[in-house]
RNA sequence: GGGUGAGUAGCUCAGUUGGCUAGAGCAUCCGGUUUACAUCCGGAAGGUCACAGGUUCGAGUCCUGUCUCACCCACCA
């Protein structure tokens, strides 16, 4: 044995080793539990970051302690296509190059994006295997398998039977950027500086009835959207303005008359008390357009420029011109009162941050409080209901705990999410990901977006607009029998749509002999900032198409963040590279650091400092196996085995082996209840403190002279905290257990978790 | 606006159902050691556990209030 663990010779070898002995697949065995964990897909648009290597470095020491333990288990690795982000991260790569994905065409940009995310996927196994993932690489999947995308399209064709999708038109999220509709979880909501402009609304009303008054003052953010305005309104408890309800104001500009409305929505504290309603560019306008029968006039189109009806001397020009003319017109006019800065949130796309307008779209959704029959005896008994809806399912099933999430508070969270759920907009008009199963009889069925986005498909002819969702391309119309005119939808699904269904897709859903013996999973650890996006949803499409909860506990880990608490971003040049560090230190070295310190739920700091104490700590580790190794090889005696009844065992014998059944207690039970930083903290602790400092201190002694049974007792300890540490440090035990003579087999089995 | 978390040694953080003489790593200081390891060993110093009340035999831990920071959610123009 060398002096030094040398992390950059063996790790390697031992991966190798794992590789040629299928140390991680597995046989399913009926008479075993099985463990099993999905692993949350990485993108597959760039390598994996530190946040990945510590999910990767948590989830396998779940795996390599159940496996320890005689379950069979499956951790699956695999790879997402990451819809948007994926198209925004290969454009901006055709960018660099002067092009656009309408240089390439759909099909060709589809091809080179996957090949894309292919080799970026090869690329990522590569690291997760450096990092020591003991992942079934053999059952790898990718969410664009074709079985898989299979199942997703089924999903939503059970979905279109009972009517939980649908197709409308309504205000959506619009990324004027991506040219996308967005769900209300891609849009970030942050600060922005602008102002707040006051403006004159001349009244139409006699003087009888509103007195003196000639004109009502509203206070916007957004003076473009004015040609848009079909409505002022104020809230019907403010004395101020009770007699102007139901009156009628003139908008200005374009002269046109709009009612005033009472409405709930007016904050009588906010600006005048008075707002104006634009339906089709608002959320809370849209909303009340909605309640009062409101006409909606969309002034502002999905290029982000003005539309037609904004008026002649308004079209086409860029949102930011529009708002420009307008707010100097008013000034002319004297309508302008005044200007005042003003902060507030406005909602961004969350890939490529650009600011997203609400729009008036025809986009397909998912309906999510709409009640249907469960027709599943046992999940019915479960969520004590028959009917139930997508909502009630995620509420429900955490309700009544078939699930349990870590750390519990997120419940909360959780709940509170569920509760506020909208429908689900699950349309996107780009060219990366799953095409939905919908198909039109003729271009009548595609919306006036679609149209502008495919003029190809908009010349194809009009056919009777029939709505037909089918797996395959149907051959003719069921409708009017015509057929040449079928055409598919172009848009793609949410890529949250297909992630949603991963553990059950990734599985081999409904008939695989893995889906039914691993489903539900174990665990489902990840991130929490992704509990709603992708958990929540998770739970929810997974009670929904296989009656059954996809997973039983949620473990949620934090943030990775530098030695200084702060986050890590490339701007700062804080960003630490796992591949850097396991080169230099050792993959080991990295996942102790990530794993001790951390709490479920809360982030963690680390820097290169607290990576080379662990660093320290492998060496160590390898050391004792080293001063044990030379002990029993220049040994001519035999050396006893070891038992608690051995002869000749000391007082301090026996307290350390005490202090190891604790320790082996203490973590075993740690571990169970995913405590995994306290136990690696206390078997640091053992093996460095305990046995190296005192105990191989104290038999140094004795070995001199030559007492055998101190060597069977430091042996015992030894190789038992290993088996302990080999979760957290899989390369470091393994390759010192490969050093040790034959007395390990002796010992134990080296795959058994000690008792 | 609503919610959640954090505030413990110079720094980054642990502290499981109240039992603690409050711990770890790094940093600091003193000393040692070269046949397991200098990626080492022994030792020291360092804390009114944010603040103010309360419950209790006993509070870092439970309750109430206050302050500071971080994050999440939300249609306040």
């Known amino acids: 044995m060398e002096k030094r663990y040398q992390p950059q010779k063996l790790e390697n070898k031992i991966s190798k080793l794992w590789v040629s002995k299928k140390t991680f697949s597995y046989k399913r065995d009926k008479n075993k539990k099985p463990f099993s964990i999905i692993m949350p897909p990485p993108n597959a648009n760039a390598p994996l970051h530190i946040g990945h290597a510590m999910f990767i470095a948590l989830e396998d020491i779940m795996t390599r302690f159940n496996r320890m333990k005689g379950q069979v288990c499956l951790w699956l690795p695999g790879a997402d296509h990451a819809g948007i982000l994926t198209q925004v991260v290969f454009e901006k790569k055709l960018a660099s190059k002067g092009k656009t994905r309408f240089d390439l065409g759909r099909s060709e940009f589809y091809r080179q994006c ?50 939980l999708a649908y197709r409308g038109d309504r205000l959506v999220n619009w990324c004027p950027r991506c040219m996308t509709a967005l769900s209300d979880l891609e849009v970030e909501h942050l600060e922005v500086k602008t102002k707040l402009w006051f403006i004159k609304y001349p009244l139409k009303t006699h003087s009888q009835i509103t007195g003196e008054t000639r004109f009502l003052v509203v206070a916007t953010t957004r003076p473009e959207t004015l040609l848009g305005d079909t409505a002022l309104a104020v809230n019907r408890k403010d004395q101020r303005y009770q007699m102007f309800i139901n009156q009628k104001a003139i908008l200005p500009l374009v002269n046109r008359l709009i009612p005033i409305i009472a409405d709930k929505a007016v904050d009588m504290e906010f600006g005048t008390g008075v707002i104006k309603v634009t339906p089709a560019h608002d959320p809370t306008d849209w909303e009340m357009g909605q309640r009062h029968k409101l006409k909606k006039i969309s002034v502002l189109g999905f290029n982000n420029r003005m539309t037609k009806k904004a008026g002649k001397e308004y079209e086409g020009l860029k949102k930011n011109e529009a708002r420009r003319r307008i707010v100097e017109l008013l000034n002319r006019q004297n309508l302008l009162i005044k200007v005042r800065n003003y902060n507030h949130s406005v909602g961004h796309c969350e890939r490529c941050k650009t600011i997203v307008e609400p729009l008036i779209s025809k ?123 079928i055409i598919q939808d172009p848009d793609v699904f949410d890529t949250w749509f297909s992630s949603a269904q991963w553990p059950y897709t990734s599985l081999g859903f409904p008939n695989s002999h893995d889906y039914k013996y691993f489903y539900p999973t174990s665990v489902m650890e990840t991130g929490y900032e992704i509990l709603n996006i992708w958990v929540a949803r998770m739970i929810m499409m997974g009670l929904y198409r ?85 002990n029993l090889k220049s040994t ?120």
């Open 363 to 485: 986009q397909w959704f998912l309906k999510t409080n709409k009640r249907i029959k469960l027709k599943s005896k046992s999940l019915e008994q479960k969520l004590g209901r028959k009917q139930v809806s997508l909502k009630e399912m995620g509420i429900l099933a955490v309700k009544k705990k078939h699930l349990k999430i870590l750390p519990h508070r997120f419940k909360i969270n959780y709940l509170n999410w569920m509760r506020n759920l909208h429908d689900w907009c699950i349309s996107r008009q780009l060219w990366w990901g799953q095409q939905m199963p919908i198909y039109y009889c003729g271009s009548k069925g595609l919306s006036p977006l679609q149209k502008q986005m495919n003029p190809k498909l908009a010349k194809v002819e009009p056919g009777c607009g029939t709505v037909i969702v089918s797996l395959t391309k149907p051959k003719a119309c069921p409708k009017c029998r015509k057929r040449k005119s």
């Open 636 to 755: 001519k005696k035999n050396i006893p085995l070891f038992s608690k009844n051995l002869k000749g065992l000391t007082k301090e014998d026996k307290l350390i082996i005490k202090k190891l059944e604790q320790l082996i207690k203490e973590t075993t039970l740690n571990l169970e209840t995913y405590k995994f930083s306290l136990a690696g903290e206390a078997i640091y602790h053992f093996l460095w403190h305990e046995l190296a400092d005192k105990y191989l201190e104290y038999s140094k002694e004795r070995l001199n002279k030559k007492d055998v049974v101190v060597l069977a007792v430091l042996s015992h300890l030894y190789l038992n905290s290993l088996k302990l540490l080999h979760p957290f440090m899989p390369f470091v035990t393994e390759a010192v257990w490969q050093e040790m003579p034959e007395i390990k087999e002796k010992v134990l089995a080296s795959s058994s978790w000690p008792k």
């Open 114 to 163: 996957y090949s894309f995310t292919q080799k970026n996927k090869k690329l990522m196994y590569d690291q997760l295997k450096k990092i020591g993932g003991s992942a079934n690489f053999a059952k790898e999947k990718f969410t664009l398998d074709p079985k898989i995308s299979q199942e997703v399209l089924k999903s939503f064709m059970a979905l279109y039977k009972d009517k």
């Open 546 to 630: 296989t009656k059954k909860v996809p997973f039983k506990t949620v473990y949620l880990h934090g943030l990775v963040k530098d030695a200084f608490g702060e986050k890590m971003s490339k701007s700062k040049g804080n960003v630490i590279n796992p591949l850097e560090v396991i080169a230099k230190h050792g993959a080991d070295a990295l996942r102790m650091a990530l794993v001790v310190g951390a709490t479920p739920g809360n982030d963690i700091s680390i820097g290169e400092e607290k990576i080379k104490g662990y660093r320290n700590f492998t060496n160590k580790v390898w050391n004792i196996g080293r001063f044990i190794n030379l």
